[in-house]
């Protein structure tokens, strides 16, 4: 289930997470996108997943841990340091990268 903020903006939308479908209660998927500075620029965005047992998302995003902009970071243990890795989309339509994410997401869940 899904609720935008506030009426007629959307300018936040938030989702309940089906524990039954993810496998895990209380998780949460933040989204976040950004339109770039300029019509011709790419957006920004981030898909984190947070959850008792994870922590780990992709990001396209400037990031002083990683060169370019596209990174997935995972933190292993609550309270340590994420370790980072760079990443591709395969677009940076948004439709795209939500069915790009959902799948690895999947994956992500299932190790």
Do not use: C, I
């Not at 339109?35 to 995003?61: C, K, T, V």
């Not at 980072?84 to 989309?89: C, G, I, M, T």
């Amino acid at each position: 289930m899904a609720q935008g903020f506030p009426d007629e903006e959307f300018t936040n939308v938030v989702a309940e997470l089906d524990a039954v479908v993810v496998g895990r209660e209380d998780a949460t998927l933040t989204v976040r996108w950004f339109a770039g500075e300029q019509p011709e620029s790419d957006p920004g965005f981030s898909f984190h997943y947070s959850g008792p047992d994870a922590d780990f998302g992709w990001h396209h995003e400037p990031n002083p841990h990683v060169d370019g902009w596209s990174h997935f970071q995972r933190r292993e243990q609550w309270g340590s340091a994420y370790r980072y890795e760079p990443h591709s989309f395969a677009s940076l339509a948004p439709v795209r990268v939500v069915w790009e994410v959902l799948a690895k997401l999947d994956a992500e869940l299932v190790e």
